[in-house]
C-alpha cells in the first residue's frame, strides 16, 4: 500500500542555520508528493509540490525534490528564521485519477532558536 | 477570496453526546474531505465529498457520519462519543475529486475535546 515516513522529530536549529526534513514513501504508480506546514492553532497550508520524478518544488526559500529512484522527497531549506518555526507534514496523492484521499506521514516539530 | 471556514473552532462534549461539524469550501470548490488529527494517529482520512455524495471513506466506525449540501457545504457528525474521538478534525476542498494530487486547501480546524 502506500505510505510515508518521515525523520522524527521535534528538530531545534538555531536561525540562520541549514535545514533538511527526511521524507521517504512507498507507493504504487506515480503518486504526486506534497509538504503541508502547520502553525500553532492552525489547520495545513500548502507548502510546495511536485506531481512528477525530477519535479523540484519550491516556495518560501524551501525547496524538495521527487526522486523516483530514491523514493524521497526530502526537505531543504538554506537560512531558518524563527518564523519557520511549526510542524511539517510530507505526504502523496496516489495519482490524478486516483480518490483524493492524500496520505501523510507523523509530522516532524521543528523549532528554530533566535 | 475567503478560505476554508470551519465552525465552532472549539467545542467541548460529554461522552455518549453526538456533535455536528461545519465546514464550508472555497467558493468554486465542490469537493470537501474531512481528516481526524490526534497526536497519537496522525492526520487520518475521514470521507470526501462531492456534489452530496460521498465518493470515498476511511476506517473509521459507524459513529462518523457526514453530509454535503448542494452549496457544497459539508458537515460531519459523530455520535456516541467517546474520550478517544478528542481531536482536531480538518475540512480540506478542492475543486472536484481526484483533485488531490494539486494539493487540498485546509481549514483552520474544529477542536473537539471529548469529557
Known amino acids: 500500500g502506500n505510505s510515508v515516513t518521515q525523520m522524527e522529530g521535534p528538530v531545534t536549529l538555531s536561525e540562520e542555520a541549514f535545514l533538511t526534513i527526511n521524507c521517504t514513501y512507498t507507493?504504487?504508480?506515480?503518486?504526486?508528493l506534497f509538504w503541508y506546514v502547520q502553525y500553532p492553532g492552525e489547520g495545513l497550508q500548502l507548502l510546495l509540490k511536485?506531481?512528477?520524478?525530477?519535479d523540484k518544488g519550491s516556495n518560501k526559500g524551501f525547496e524538495a525534490t521527487y526522486r523516483k529512484e530514491t523514493t524521497s522527497f526530502h526537505l531543504e531549506k538554506g537560512s531558518v528564521q524563527v518564523s519557520d518555526s511549526a510542524v511539517y507534514f510530507c505526504?502523496?496523492?496516489?495519482?490524478?485519477?486516483?480518490?483524493?484521499?492524500?496520505?501523510f506521514g507523523s509530522g516532524t516539530r521543528l523549532s528554530i532558536r533566535p | 477570496k475567503a478560505g476554508v471556514t470551519q465552525t465552532p473552532r472549539y467545542l467541548i462534549k460529554t461522552r455518549g453526546q453526538q456533535v455536528t461539524l461545519s465546514c464550508s469550501p472555497i467558493?468554486?470548490?465542490?469537493?470537501v474531505s474531512w481528516y481526524q488529527q490526534t497526536p497519537g494517529q496522525g492526520l487520518q482520512f475521514l470521507f470526501e465529498?462531492?456534489?452530496?455524495?460521498?465518493?470515498n471513506k476511511g476506517n473509521f466506525p459507524g459513529r462518523f457520519s457526514g453530509r454535503q449540501f448542494s452549496n457544497s457545504r459539508s458537515e460531519m457528525n459523530v455520535s456516541t462519543l467517546e474520550l478517544g474521538d478528542s481531536a482536531l478534525y480538518l475540512c480540506?476542498?478542492?475543486?472536484?475529486?481526484?483533485?488531490?494530487?494539486?494539493?487540498?486547501?485546509f481549514g483552520s480546524g474544529t477542536r473537539l475535546t471529548v469529557v
Open positions: 480540506a476542498s478542492s475543486l472536484a475529486p481526484g483533485q488531490g494530487g494539486y494539493g487540498y486547501t
Open positions: 507507493a504504487t504508480g506515480y503518486p504526486s
Open positions: 511536485a506531481t512528477k520524478a525530477d
Open positions: 505526504a502523496l496523492a496516489p495519482g490524478y485519477s486516483s480518490a483524493s484521499k492524500i496520505i
Open positions: 467558493s468554486g470548490h465542490r469537493s
Open positions: 465529498y462531492f456534489s452530496e455524495t460521498q465518493r
